[in-house]
C-alpha cells in the first residue's frame, strides 16, 4: 500500500532564507507525487506536481520540489521565504496510474516564516 | 466562476443526528471526493465517486454515506453512527485521466457536535 511520510510537524524560517519542507513516499510501482498548500480555514490549493521527466519541478509562488527515487523523497523548497508562505503543507502520492487508485496525503507541515 | 462550492461553512450535529454536507462543482469534472480533517491527522478519504451512480469507499467510510445523483453533486451525509464526527470537512474534485490530475478543493465544512 501506498503511504507518504512528513517527518516534521513544524518548519520555522526566517523571512529571507531559504526553506525546505520534506517528504518521503512509499509506493509499489512509479508514484505521481504532489504538493498542496491550505491556508486557514480554506481547502487546498494545488502547488505543483511531478509526473515524469524532468526531476525538479517548479510551480506556483516560486515553490519548487526536487523528486529523488533513490531516497524516495519529494521535499518541497523555495530560495527565499515570504511571511505569507506561512502555511499548512501537505505532500500527496498516488500509486500505479490507473483510476481505481487514490491519493494520499501525509499528515501536513505547518511553515512558520518569521519576520 | 468556475469552481467547487460546499456549504454549509460551519454546521452542528445534536447527538443521534444525521446531517448532510453539500458539494457542488461546475467544472465539469468526473471524480468527486470526500476527506475529512482532523488536527495533526492529515487527510483521510471517506468516499470518492468517478461516475454518476457509482462510488468508492476510502479509508474511513464508516459512519458516513454518500449519492451521486447528479456530475455535479455528490453530498456527504454524516450519520449517528459516526461517534466522533467533529472535523473540517473537505471536497474535491478532478478530471479523470492517467492519476496525475491535480485535485481541487472546495473551502470546507467545519462540523461540531452540540
Known amino acids: 500500500a501506498q503511504s507518504v511520510a512528513q517527518p516534521e510537524d513544524q518548519v520555522n524560517v526566517a523571512e529571507g532564507n531559504p526553506l525546505t519542507v520534506k517528504c518521503t513516499y512509499s509506493v509499489s510501482g512509479n508514484p505521481y507525487l504532489f504538493w498542496y498548500v491550505q491556508y486557514p480555514n480554506r481547502g487546498l490549493q494545488f502547488l505543483l506536481k511531478y509526473i515524469t521527466g524532468d526531476n525538479l519541478v517548479k510551480g506556483s509562488y516560486g515553490f519548487e520540489a526536487e523528486f529523488n527515487k533513490s531516497q524516495t523523497s519529494f521535499h518541497l523548497k523555495k530560495p527565499s521565504a515570504l511571511v505569507s508562505d506561512s502555511a499548512l503543507y501537505f505532500c500527496a502520492v498516488r500509486d500505479i496510474p490507473n483510476r481505481d487508485d487514490k491519493i494520499i496525503f501525509g499528515k501536513g507541515t505547518r511553515l512558520h516564516i518569521l519576520p | 466562476d468556475g469552481g467547487i462550492t460546499q456549504s454549509p461553512k460551519y454546521l452542528f450535529r445534536k447527538e443521534g443526528q444525521n446531517v448532510t454536507l453539500s458539494c457542488e462543482q461546475n467544472l465539469n469534472h468526473d471524480a468527486m471526493y470526500w476527506y475529512r480533517q482532523d488536527p495533526g491527522q492529515g487527510l483521510r478519504l471517506i468516499y470518492y465517486?468517478?461516475?454518476?451512480?457509482?462510488?468508492q469507499k476510502g479509508d474511513i467510510a464508516e459512519g458516513y454515506s454518500v449519492s451521486r445523483e447528479k456530475k455535479e453533486s455528490f453530498p456527504l451525509t454524516v450519520t449517528s453512527a459516526q461517534k466522533n464526527p467533529t472535523a473540517f470537512y473537505l471536497c474535491a474534485s478532478s478530471i479523470l485521466g492517467q492519476g496525475g490530475e491535480k485535485l481541487f478543493f472546495g473551502s470546507g465544512t467545519q462540523l461540531s457536535v452540540l
Open positions: 465517486s468517478q461516475i454518476v451512480n457509482d462510488f
